[in-house]
């Protein structure tokens, strides 16, 4: 059974920077794409970031972009979320999710596997 398991998040300040993370655990030997969406109070869930299985190509939503960074480590299916300059617009929770596809990573129907979310609030 795959799971993703989330940590980092929580409350900052506007303008300020946090880092979230997740990896997938279980039995598993599949390299996945893995991304970011999040949903805040009372919308729909949105995509944020999305990076391949070999980490050469990162995708992401015009909203963050310049802001967020989505990287993984090396070789393994682990990714991090770095959000700097953040906004109180930014606020929502944020889920990780992992795929097998190569392709249609910036939609939710691609991936297989979500995260149970993590809350991010920014305060201004």
Do not use: H
């Not at 480590?73 to 992992?98: R, V």
């Amino acid at each position: 059974q795959v799971q993703l398991v989330e940590s980092g998040g929580g409350l900052v300040q506007a303008g300020g920077s946090l880092r979230v993370s997740c990896a997938v655990s279980g039995r598993t030997s599949s390299n996945f794409a893995m991304g970011w969406f999040r949903q805040a109070p009372g919308k729909e869930r949105e995509f944020v970031a999305a990076i391949n299985w070999s980490g050469s190509r990162t995708y992401y939503s015009d909203s963050v972009k310049g802001r967020f960074t989505i990287t993984r480590a090396n070789g393994e299916n682990t990714e991090f979320l770095q959000m700097n300059s953040l906004k109180p617009e930014d606020t929502a929770i944020y889920y990780c999710s992992a795929t097998r596809s190569t392709y249609g990573l910036e939609y939710a129907r691609s991936y297989e596997y979500w995260g149970q979310g993590t809350q991010v609030t920014v305060s201004s």
